[in-house]
Structure formats: structure tokens, C-alpha cells
T-cell receptor, first 116, second 112 residues
Framework: NAGVTQTPKFQVLKTGQSMTLQCAQD?????MSWYRQDPGMGLRLIHYSVGAGITDQGEVPNGYNVSRSTTEDFPLRLLSAAPSQTSVYFCASTPSGGQTGTFGYTFGSGTRLTVV | QKEVEQDPGPLSVPEGAIVSLNCTYSNSAFQYFMWYRQYSRKGPELLMYTYSSGNKEDGRFTAQVDKSSKYISLFIRDSQPSDSATYLC????????????FGTGTKLQVIP
């Protein structure tokens, strides 16, 4: 099925551990992004990419790293997990521009991360 | 001041009621206005979008934008239990989507 696939769905980490959240889309979308969602804070942009080889920081990038080697994949790396990174993480994609019928983001189903 | 303000609710209504969900925003440069629906433990999904001011209708859903007041609304007619979800408004100033600002979401419960 076409869409955005995130793995894993759940993860528990110990403080200081590192891990990579995977995100893949099969819609040939140029733009991909990572958000975290926390109660009362809404969705906050961590990093985004406008195409393979191009990434940039969003609103809350500290403690996270990204790369975009292919159009399909956009992994998010937690360098040294902290309890403040406990959150639900969403990957989203969209084609660039504003073509009719292709507006808006397609979100993955999320990764629930707990850092203890 | 947050760029987008949204009442978190929860909002509880009986089945068949008309629901009004609202957001205010501060930046007059915003031109694209979106509503996402998010079911529990799922990712948000685009429900509707509008460009600039005016109304847009899609079935039981109507999106309304008042740029003079910086106020956007989503109306749900004949609400159903399946409409129970969190609704997020989202705004951006261009079609490029690089910077989309989301509201915090309003949780809606439709009681049978």
C-alpha cells in the first residue's frame, strides 16, 4: 500500500542510548519531515528534507540527526537519548509545490518512544 | 504569542449535533489553511484545505477562513460517533510546505 511507513512502532530506551527511527515512503515525494507530538505542545518540526542530499533544521533539532541519501528514506537518529525525548514521533511527506489534488502531508502511524 | 492557537477541549457533543472547531493565528502572511483529523494512536490525516479567505464544503464538513479576523473554523454537520478524534488546524504561507505550523488540536467526542 502506498504511504509512509515508520518503524518501530514502540521503543523503550535507557538514558544515553542511541537509536534510529526509520521512515520510508513510496509516493516519490520530494519533501519529508520529522515531527514530535507532545501533550499540549502539538506537532513540532524536528528536521526536514526538500530532496535527496538536502536536509535542514526545524523548530526543535537538538539531540537529533538526519540524512537523506535516497528519495524514499529519511531516518531520524537520536544521538544520546534523554527523558525529554520521550514523545510520539511522526514522519510525513508531501510532493513539492501545490499541485491540485496533492496538497498536504501524508503522515506515518508514528513511533512511541519512552526514554527511562 | 503562539502563531496558532487552538482550544484543546475536550469537546463532547451528542450524535447529530453541529460541531464548531476553531483556531486563531497571528501571522497575516499565512495563506493556506488545513484541517487534519487524528484518531487515537494514529497519524494525522488531511481532512480539508482552503486557500485564502472563504468557505469550502465537503460532505458534512465545511472549512471557513476569515483572514480579516485571523480566524479559521471547521464545522461538522450531523456529527457521528466515527467523527470522534482530535482535529488539528495547520497553516502555511506558501505551497512549498517547508514551514507548516500546527495547532495543538481539539479532542472531539461524539456520544451516541
Amino acid at each position: 500500500n502506498a504511504g509512509v511507513t515508520q518503524t518501530p512502532k514502540f521503543q523503550v530506551l535507557k538514558t544515553g542510548q542511541s537509536m534510529t527511527l526509520q521512515c520510508a515512503q513510496d509516493m516519490n515525494h520530494e519533501y519529508m519531515s520529522w515531527y514530535r507530538q507532545d501533550p499540549g505542545m502539538g506537532l513540532r518540526l524536528i528536521h526536514y528534507s526538500v530532496g535527496a542530499g538536502i536536509t535542514d533544521q526545524g523548530e526543535v533539532p537538538n539531540g537529533y540527526n538526519v540524512s537523506r541519501s535516497t528519495t524514499e528514506d529519511f531516518p531520524l537518529r537520536l544521538l544520546s537519548a534523554a527523558p525529554s525525548q520521550t514523545s510520539v514521533y511522526f514522519c510525513a511527506s508531501t510532493p513539492s509545490g501545490g499541485q491540485t489534488g496533492t496538497f498536504g502531508y501524508t503522515f506515518g502511524s508514528g513511533t512511541r518512544l519512552t526514554v527511562v | 504569542q503562539k502563531e496558532v492557537e487552538q482550544d484543546p477541549g475536550p469537546l463532547s457533543v451528542p450524535e447529530g449535533a453541529i460541531v464548531s472547531l476553531n483556531c486563531t493565528y497571528s501571522n497575516s502572511a499565512f495563506q493556506y489553511f488545513m484541517w487534519y483529523r487524528q484518531y487515537s494512536r494514529k497519524g494525522p490525516e488531511l481532512l480539508m484545505y482552503t486557500y485564502s479567505s472563504g468557505n469550502k464544503e465537503d460532505g458534512r464538513f465545511t472549512a471557513q477562513v476569515d483572514k480579516s479576523s485571523k480566524y479559521i473554523s471547521l464545522f461538522i454537520r450531523d456529527s457521528q460517533p466515527s467523527d470522534s478524534a482530535t482535529y488539528l488546524c495547520a497553516i502555511t504561507n506558501s505551497g512549498g510546505y517547508q514551514k507548516v505550523t500546527f495547532g495543538t488540536g481539539t479532542k472531539l467526542q461524539v456520544i451516541p
